[in-house]
């Protein structure tokens, strides 16, 4: 099958409407170093984060570039045919394959394109796990990016037009930001509203955009990757609600199965489903001889799709720091659990220097109870408050990176 003049106009109409956009995401830098490297640069990340929108402000001053959307085309098309005929008829060098995961026969379509044309390959997915075994397979020819939603310094920068320094965990932690950076708290809800997606910068009713996102997710990316049934969707479905009613504590692998009638099985199946697809984060605890029951947080914002912000603040709070974490590259968070079922902290974690430290989130007027009987490893408190009290850390500045 040969290109359509129907994909060759939809190319050029989505380089076109690119003039506009003046401001690039901080990941933009290292995207275009890669332009000049034969591997194949991978991006992943939630679907409506902006990487199509990125690869493309990367190429749009290359005419020799072409842009596929996969979803569009049939699931067993030959992306190496569709590439050969690009590179020998229209003379491309530079392709983008956008959410590569609706094909079913990319990672071998790939390791042909890469071995026998001369072809620079960008692909996306807003499936995890997809590029994860895809870079696997192969091997030395590929490299993974991961695009996430903006940072509040992020968000600051295109809101505002005002780019911060940038803050290491380390220095946020001894203090060490800025009069400038601790001017910018009256923005902080606002971007847990919702805010840290680009396309909720000029559209006033993004919580729209927001619900029909996730139904997407449910029903398009995960119903692929899972192989699912309508039933099994629906069931998906009700998880998310659960999840995001229960709040950051009231949620584990027995109460959604009772809740929901399913094996325990079943539901860890889901969850990874849902985790894969940027929709939740899992988890689990630190400590010998506690029972493995996971921690469920959620990307921003789909908790307010079912919850109030005034009911919610709390779950959203911890929801903003497992983002800020990962979104730093910090993949392996851990939460706190006592044997007793005694409060404890929430989040242990490690500093760029390899340091254990505990972390504590909360509004303004937490306080230090929960380190009780904690010894031997430093204890933050991150108080969601423009006036934070001495043994306390802006939480916003978490998101400083």
């Known amino acids: 099958m040969s290109i359509s003049k129907e994909i060759l106009d939809l190319s050029k109409k989505s380089f076109g409407k690119l003039s506009n956009l003046t401001k690039k995401r901080f990941l933009y830098e290292e995207l275009t170093a890669e332009l ?16 199509s929108t990125l690869l493309k402000q990367v190429l749009e001053k290359f005419p020799d570039a072409f842009y596929l959307a996969v979803d569009l085309l049939e699931h067993d098309a ?3 045919n569709y590439a050969q005929e690009l590179e020998e008829k229209y003379k491309i060098k530079y392709l983008i394959l956008d959410e590569i995961h609706f094909n079913e026969n990319y990672v071998q379509d790939l390791k042909k394109i890469y071995d026998f044309l001369d072809l620079k390959i960008f692909t996306t997915s807003s499936v995890s796990i997809s590029l994860k075994n895809a870079a696997h397979d192969l091997s030395r020819r590929a490299k993974v990016f991961n695009l996430y939603p903006f940072s509040f310094r992020e968000f600051i920068y295109f809101e505002k037009d005002i780019l911060l320094e940038e803050l290491s ?38 919580e729209v955009l927001f619900k029909s996102m996730l139904e997407k997710i449910i029903n398009q990316d995960i119903a692929k ?3 699912l049934t309508f039933n099994e969707i629906k069931l998906i479905e009700k998880i998310v609600a659960f999840i995001a009613k229960s709040g950051s504590d009231g949620v584990s692998y027995n109460a959604i199965s009772k809740n929901l009638g399913i094996t325990i099985y079943k539901t860890q199946e889901y969850l990874n489903y849902l985790e ?8 689990f605890p630190k400590g010998k001889n506690v029972t493995k029951e996971p921690k469920v947080l959620m990307f921003l914002p789909y908790r307010l799709l079912f919850c109030r912000f005034e009911d919610c603040i709390g779950a959203l709070r911890e929801d903003f720091v497992i983002l800020a974490l990962h979104s730093r590259g910090m993949s392996t968070v851990h939460y ?9 902290p929430d989040f242990i974690i490690e500093t760029e220097n390899d340091k254990e430290v505990i972390i504590e989130v909360g509004g303004k007027g937490k306080g230090t109870s929960q380190f009780k009987g904690i010894k031997n490893v430093e204890k933050y408190i991150l108080a969601d408050s ?16």
């Open 336 to 344: 706190l659990k006592s044997l007793r079922g005694e409060k404890v």
């Open 169 to 206: 965990i380390s220095n946020i932690l001894k203090k060490k930001w800025s009069a400038s950076h601790a001017k910018y708290y009256h923005l902080f809800h606002e971007y847990l509203k919702g805010r840290l997606f680009a396309f909720t910068l000029e559209e006033a009713r993004y």
């Open 386 to 401: 423009e006036e934070w009290k001495e043994n306390q850390i802006p939480l916003f500045m978490l998101g400083m990176n």
């Open 36 to 51: 000049t490297s034969k591997s194949i640069t991978i991006l992943s990340g939630p679907r409506g984060v902006g990487k």
């Open 225 to 227: 990757i899972g192989d």
């Open 276 to 283: 894969q697809a940027y929709v939740i984060h899992i988890l």
């Open 78 to 80: 030959s992306l190496f």
